[in-house]
């Protein structure tokens, strides 16, 4: 099998965000046969259909994303909801014909937040896949809360038992996405 290429999507813009952090672990983290690759979404303007040429920072996140054979989703929880950014970025993909970046791809998530973590903004990110038709993965579930040591100064993971929950989380997702990819000619 050829390698699984995840791509990492973060909603939060911020330089020391801790879900980038989260998606840093992960991605030096990944199993034997998978990687993952972060996308930038912080030049993505917000999707408006009379912008007619695409702009160069969503042709990037497009080619991203039609080499993935699946997703990764940092979701911050910002007012009990999806932060925008990660949103725009699936609206602006949605709005491709046929829904052909992210259609019949698995997905995972995870986020770190207040005191429920991001459970709220990964509910309403499950509600918005179930459109999208991305095959979310249940467990493990990953979230956190940024606030009690989770996290050194430079926003990297340092709490062992949530490291360890990804690194479960990345084994499940390797082996849910193997259930759903095509093979290549």
Known sequence: MENLKILGLCGSLRKKSTNMGMLRYARAHVPEGMTIEIADLSHIP???EDIKDKPSSVEALFQQMS???GFLFACPEYNYSIAPALKNA???ASREPSNLLLNDKPAAMMGAGGGMGTSRAQYHLRQVCVFLNLHLLNRPEVFCNAFANTFNEESELIDPKIQQLIEQQLIALKAFSQKWQVPKN
């Open 90 to 92: 699936l609206d602006w």
């Open 67 to 69: 080499e993935a054979d």
């Open 46 to 48: 917000f999707y408006n």
